[in-house]
């Protein structure tokens, strides 16, 4: 059974929103949380649920297909996926991976204390305006910020029949919401910044910034001190080898554009074999094809660990058990045809292929949004 780290719930602004903190297990395991199920009640919808319980659009979505996302009804069971695998790379700072659209936090913490991620839900660029890939950092933050839109969003809004002033003061018409923090990629012009349209977090839509819900981003601003390393990435397929489980997490691939894309089947052993180092583990290819494929967001066990030297009285094309969560495919077939199939996966650009971040701009530079 995989080992799920304990959450511990942050009180936010909004006392109807939760988010959660994670401890870092000192094995180093990249998998936490858990999923759970709750009953709607008749005044739901399910973005509204989506908010209650910090998911985005397209991860309350995703996990509740065939639920009316405006009317899901009196007393139906409504899946609130938490369980997730940890994107690769440093585990320090800020990390967004494009297409799970989610943030991950890992505060600086001293000897004594157990290191932690926070995780909340974003958006991100939407069509033509991709957010970029990349590090870079926070180079400043401001409460109630005013938002200079760019002569290029100014001009889109203007074809649109909805003109744009220079300058758009804080308050409840301003896209920026109450807090921004200003990153030195794009000569400062991309923000990580709350919403005046809550609805749509988790949703690729913005202009390139990065938006959170407006309790997400006002529990996260006071933590991030300026000068916090920022990762910017793209991985929609994340592994993990846990427990002799073999887990697969798989988003919809976006491309340069910030366009969703279909996965690329062609990498997927790599990435399992890598998960799984020394160890042997019998695969089940098909699972693994079919929940790449699906891009659900939600880990699903595709392989178990197998002896290398099994016993003369096993048969072959034996069917192992299967210890999956209940909420994934069960089967993992131990058989030299499931070992030996081809491999699948998702490509992914490298978010370090991305140019390097420019210098800090004055926080009046003119913003995404």
């Known amino acids: 059974m995989v080992r799920s780290w304990v959450p511990l719930v942050l009180a936010l ?32 919808t399910l973005l509204d649920i989506a908010r209650r319980y910090s998911l985005g659009y397209e991860e309350i979505i995703r996990a509740n297909p065939g639920v009316d996302m405006w009317l899901p009804g009196e007393g139906t069971n409504i899946l609130l996926p938490g369980r997730r695998i940890l994107p690769a790379g440093p585990r320090e700072g800020i990390v967004v991976n ?5 943030i991950y936090y ?13 995780t909340y839900p974003v958006s991100i660029g939407k069509m033509d305006w991709r957010t970029p890939l990349g590090e870079t950092r926070v180079v400043s933050k401001q409460k109630h910020p ?16 909805d003109p744009l002033p220079k300058a758009v003061p804080s308050g409840p018409d301003n896209p920026l919401g109450d807090y921004a923090m200003r990153l030195a990629v794009g ?6 910044h709350g919403t005046n349209n809550p609805m749509a977090v988790g949703m690729a839509i ?4 990065i938006r959170m819900y407006p309790e997400d981003v006002a529990a996260l601003f006071p933590l991030v001190p300026v000068g916090t390393p920022v990762w910017l990435i793209n991985d929609p397929v994340k592994v993990a080898y846990v427990d002799g489980e073999l887990l697969l997490e798989a988003h919809p691939p976006v491309d340069a ?35 790449l494929q699906a891009a659900s967001g939600m880990p699903a066990v595709v392989g178990l660990q197998a002896d290398p030297d099994p016993q003369p009285a096993a048969q072959a094309g034996q069917t192992l058990p299967s210890t999956a969560a209940a909420d994934s495919p069960a089967a993992v077939a131990d058989s030299p045809a499931a070992t030996a199939a081809p491999a699948a996966v998702a490509d992914s ?14 926080t009046a530079a003119p913003a995404k949004q």
């Open 146 to 161: 005013t938002w200079y839109p760019p002569e290029s969003v100014r001009k889109e809004h203007l074809a649109n029949g």
């Open 349 to 362: 650009p490298a978010a370090t292929a991305a140019p390097p971040a420019t210098a800090a701009t004055p």
């Open 98 to 102: 494009l297409p799970e659209h989610r």
């Open 106 to 118: 890992f505060p600086k913490h001293k000897k004594n204390e157990k290191a932690v991620v926070i």
């Open 187 to 192: 000569n400062g012009t991309y923000l990580i």
């Open 206 to 209: 913005t202009h390139g910034c």
């Open 257 to 291: 554009e910030g366009q969703t894309v279909e996965p690329n089947l062609e990498l997927l052993s790599q990435l399992l074999d890598k998960a799984l180092g020394s160890e042997t583990a019998a695969i089940h290819w098909d699972l693994a094809r079919s929940t």
């Open 13 to 44: 602004a909004s006392a109807a929103a939760q988010a959660t903190v994670y401890e870092l297990p000192e094995n180093g395991s990249a998998v936490f949380g858990s999923d759970e199920t709750i009953k709607s009640t008749y005044q739901d």
